[in-house]
């Protein structure tokens, strides 16, 4: 645990950004010319009009394109929240502190004995202080609260971080008379999330309004710069919010080929009244709607079946987009053959 490092982080409870303007802009240029080498295609919807700081929330399973994704298609300046090792890692932990990432200490690495309980407290608490106040500020941040990336198609369990930030942000703006931050949820959308050179949609869904939970006594405590928690029972009513309202943004499917299936279903579907699904948000809404009708039940015929084909389909490396259909009809007649 390099405890020095975490100790030099910059942080700032006025409501500063505590990383470096030009940091921001060199890696805005970076993550555009990441973006135009690691996928062929994208698109992503309007930003919602906010006037306030704003808490950006997603899945996770991309690894540092997640955020990546996000931050390229928004405009506020971000905060972030993150792993204690991002920010004393060699390159990317100077990068990250110049940046203004704010480290986290998690409980397992307390009990494992990695590190302290007290100096956990002591950066964790200045972290999220930093962060609520760059959010009561107008800043936005960009938060993965899950906790860690995988690689499962539903949404994890949610940790509380992001939760306790926003309220904090939330007490914060209402002691200084600012606008309210909210929470903004992010679907994010791959054509095959592990390929190099494939689509990509970021999808804006329902803003979160925050409420102003914590006392006078406390608002005024936080806007001062001291950290207080917000209650047990708010921040798990906000994380449940969150995970209610995340959840259908994701694929939200119980295992990659039920996913798959739906694909393949809406696809045809979509062949069968002639109106292609051109794009990979068209392709998006329409399993949607597959997945609100056959759901994944195993005990469904035609979604066994569609399973079968898809499978087929997915071992070949091909999909079921109408400009390969021709290919995906020859796949699929091949082992019958």
Not at 82 to 93: A, C, E, M, Q, W
Not at 195 to 209: A, I, M, P, Q, S
Not at 219 to 226: I, K, S, V
Request: neutral net charge; glycine residues 6%.
């Amino acid at each position: 645990m390099k405890q020095a490092k975490l100790k030099k982080t910059p942080f700032d409870h006025s409501g500063g950004h505590p990383g470096k303007l030009w940091v921001q802009r060199a890696l805005d240029v970076m993550f555009e010319v990441g973006n135009q080498a690691i996928f062929r295609r994208w698109e992503a919807d309007s930003l919602p009009p906010l006037k306030g700081g704003v808490i950006y929330v997603a899945t996770h399973i991309n690894g540092l394109v997640d955020p990546m994704v996000i931050t390229r298609v928004q405009k506020k300046r971000v905060i972030s929240l993150g792993r204690h090792d991002l920010t004393t890692r060699p390159v990317i932990g100077w990068w990250a502190r110049k940046f203004g990432t704010q480290p986290v200490l998690r409980r397992a690495e307390i009990e494992a004995g990695v590190v302290d309980a007290q100096f956990a407290r002591y950066i964790n608490d200045r972290s999220m202080l930093t962060v609520a106040a760059c959010l009561a500020a107008g800043h936005s941040g960009v938060v993965m609260p899950e906790g860690k990336s995988h690689q499962d198609c539903r949404l994890h369990a949610l940790r509380t971080g992001s939760s306790r930030s926003a309220l904090a942000a939330a007490a914060i703006a209402d002691e200084k008379g600012l606008p309210a931050p909210v929470i903004q949820t992010v679907g994010l959308h791959w054509r095959t999330h592990y390929w190099l050179r494939t689509d990509h949609y970021v999808e804006f869904g329902e803003t979160l309004e925050i409420p102003s939970t914590h006392s006078a006594e406390d608002r005024t405590r936080l806007a001062a710069g001291e950290w207080v928690e917000p209650s047990h029972e708010d921040t798990i009513a906000l994380r449940n919010r969150i995970f209610d309202t995340l959840s259908p943004l994701t694929p939200d499917a119980p295992d990659w080929p039920t996913l798959r299936a739906w694909k393949l279903l809406a696809h045809m579907g979509a062949n069968k009244a002639d109106t292609p699904l051109k794009t990979l948000k068209d392709e998006v809404r329409a399993y949607r709607e597959v997945r609100d009708v056959v759901g994944d039940s195993s005990q469904d015929s035609l979604l066994d079946e569609a399973r079968e084909a898809a499978e087929i389909l997915h071992s070949r490396d091909l999909d079921s987009r109408r400009n390969r259909w021709a290919s995906a009809l020859e796949a699929f007649s091949a082992p019958c053959s």
